[in-house]
């Protein structure tokens, strides 16, 4: 079984590298998990993870997903990006490697969420 963490703890961990070989959560364990996690929602059978903003400007979307990509990049786990309609921002994240959700995945989430967001009022 794996470690439920609380939105701290993971904030601070730091993402393993992982080119598979590493525990996958169960759809038990990934519901768990999810509940420390504002806003973010299990996809795909419980396989991935999404949240969904809706900011100010496409402007404020682009300054994002540049905070994200400096996460991503330190974490060394890169999430999928998605802009719609020029302020539709939307984040997803699996662990590519082994089909799934990995601590990593979790560990990112909660990095995301502290990042300051230009939020539509």
Not at 59 to 68: D, G, I, N, R, T
Not at 110 to 120: G, H, Q, R, S, V
Request: with cysteine; aromatic share 8%; charged share 25%.
């Amino acid at each position: 079984m794996m470690e439920i963490l609380s939105c701290k703890q993971l904030t601070n961990k730091k993402c393993v590298p992982c080119e598979g070989g590493v525990p996958r959560f169960s759809a038990e364990e990934a519901a768990e998990q999810i509940k420390h996690l504002s806003g973010w929602e299990l996809t795909h059978d419980n396989q991935r993870i999404r949240k969904s903003w809706v900011v100010t400007n496409f402007l404020a979307a682009m300054s994002f997903f540049e905070k994200v990509a400096e996460v991503s990049e330190t974490e060394g786990h890169h999430p999928d990006l998605h802009l719609v309609q020029y302020r539709n921002v939307t984040i997803e994240l699996w662990t590519h490697a082994i089909g799934g959700l990995s601590e990593n995945d979790f560990i990112c989430a909660a990095k995301i969420d502290e990042l300051p967001i230009d939020l539509k009022s």
